[in-house]
Structures are given as structure tokens and as C-alpha cells.
């Protein structure tokens, strides 16, 4: 598609539960970014894709959080009992390229996680 | 880690009001990008900035890129009530593989 793609808009879950959020991201995109934004205005890297495989994962806290970007369908990023302060907006962008040579980022439109 | 710092965090001004947002970094950038934020939407690609001393314009904002690439800004000529939003600078370094670092964000009110 042209946009990046996130699904679903909102989720809720309780303390413990599991969370998993979708992206499809821009057709003709190699990379795949997932950022968490908390705070409304405190942007996290998590965790990059070069197609299916991790390019950079230097940001994910390793013992909860698992992504994958398999072929022919939609990345996912999962959280394995989440906590309160999971509770944020999970944001994927997609680019042609590295930003670090020049390629824009693209993102979509988020996810909300509320973990109560 | 590098650090990008924007500011100023908040700003709130009355229409027709210049203002300009600072982005700085005590490293060279490869490139800068920044992005305007609604509230429940994802940001916003305004500009990309890569060669120091570029000066970009998007009708009443101009951005420009420091000499050494270490700092940028955004200025906004006389600002309108849909200006109003979160501006964010965000950098890429060539060590840094492909991420993006953000800055604080700079939440923007304009009164009418």
C-alpha cells in the first residue's frame, strides 16, 4: 500500500496479559522500524527489520518484547505479559533505506496500549 | 548514545507570531528529519535536511541545516492556528545503523 499500516487503533489489557500489534508496511519498503512513544512526546527505538531479518534490535527489552517480519505478511511486535508502564503508543515507519544514508521514514498511525 | 536536544519544549503563541524551534547534537548528523505530530496520529514527514548550510522552505516554514551538521532549526513565519501540533526533529547517524533518535518535541499552541 501506499501508507504504512497499523492495526488495531486501541488495546487494552489487564496486567500479565499478552499484546500483539500489527504494521503492513509501504510496498516496496525493505526496512521495517517500531518506535514506542510514551510520555506523548518521548520517542523509544525498539527494534529494525531489513525484510524478514532483524537488522537492529538494540532497543528491545529482550525478556517481554519478540517481533518478526515474515514474508507475505504483516510485522508484528509482541509483548509476553505486559506491565503498567508498557502502556504507551507503539509506532511502526518503513523506509527504502537506512536513515543514516539519507532514506526517509515513514510512519503510521500507531497503536495505543493501555495496560491497566 | 547520542543526544539530540530540542527546544523549546513548549511554546505557546498568538497568530501572526514569527517563532523558530532549535535542534542540536554534540555529533555530525548524516541526516535530520522533521516531522509534525497531531494528537492520535502517527508523525508527519516535513523536510529532510543532509548537506550543511541547506535551507529548505515548505511554504511558511523554513528549516535549515548548520555548517557542521551538528544543529538545525525550524522557523515559522507568521503562525496560524493549524500550525498548533508537536514538532520533532529526529537524526540519523551512519554509526547508528537505520534509527532514528528523537528529540523532546516541541508542542506548539497557536491562539487565534
Known amino acids: 500500500g501506499e501508507e504504512v499500516a497499523q492495526t488495531p487503533k486501541h488495546l487494552v489489557r489487564g496486567e500479565g496479559q499478552k499484546a500483539k500489534l500489527y504494521c503492513a508496511p509501504i510496498?516496496?519498503?525493505?526496512?521495517v522500524f517500531w518506535y514506542q512513544q510514551v510520555l506523548k512526546n518521548e520517542f523509544k527505538f525498539l527494534i529494525s527489520?531489513?525484510?524478514?531479518?532483524?537488522?537492529?534490535e538494540t532497543g528491545m527489552p529482550k525478556e517481554r518484547f519478540s517481533a518478526k517480519c515474515l514474508p507475505n505478511s504483516p510485522c508484528s511486535l509482541e509483548i509476553q505479559a505486559t506491565k503498567l508502564e508498557d502502556s504507551a503508543v507503539y509506532f511502526c515507519?518503513?523506509?527504502?533505506?537506512?536513515?543514516?544514508?539519507?532514506?526517509?521514514?515513514?510512519f503510521g498511525p500507531g497503536t495505543r496500549l493501555t495496560v491497566l | 548514545t547520542q543526544l539530540l536536544e530540542q527546544s523549546p519544549q513548549f511554546l505557546s503563541i498568538q497568530e501572526g507570531e514569527n517563532l523558530t524551534v532549535y535542534c542540536n547534537s554534540s555529533?555530525?548528523?548524516?541526516?535530520l528529519q522533521w516531522y509534525r505530530q497531531e494528537p492520535g496520529e502517527g508523525p508527519v514527514l516535513l523536510v529532510t535536511?543532509?548537506?550543511?548550510?541547506e535551507v529548505k522552505k515548505l511554504k511558511r516554514l523554513t528549516f535549515q541545516f548548520g555548517d557542521a551538521r551538528k544543529d538545525s532549526s525550524l522557523h515559522i513565519t507568521a503562525a496560524q492556528p493549524g500550525d498548533t501540533g508537536l514538532y520533532l526533529c529526529?537524526?540519523?547517524?551512519?554509526?547508528?545503523?537505520?534509527?532514528?533518535?528523537f528529540g523532546q518535541g516541541t508542542e506548539l499552541s497557536v491562539k487565534p
Open positions: 527489520f531489513q525484510n524478514e531479518n532483524v537488522f537492529d
Open positions: 529526529a537524526g540519523a547517524w551512519v554509526n547508528q545503523g537505520g534509527k532514528l533518535i
Open positions: 515507519a518503513s523506509s527504502q533505506g537506512l536513515a543514516g544514508e539519507n532514506n526517509e521514514q515513514f
Open positions: 510496498k516496496g519498503h525493505s526496512y
Open positions: 555529533s555530525v548528523f548524516s541526516s
Open positions: 535536511v543532509v548537506t550543511g548550510g
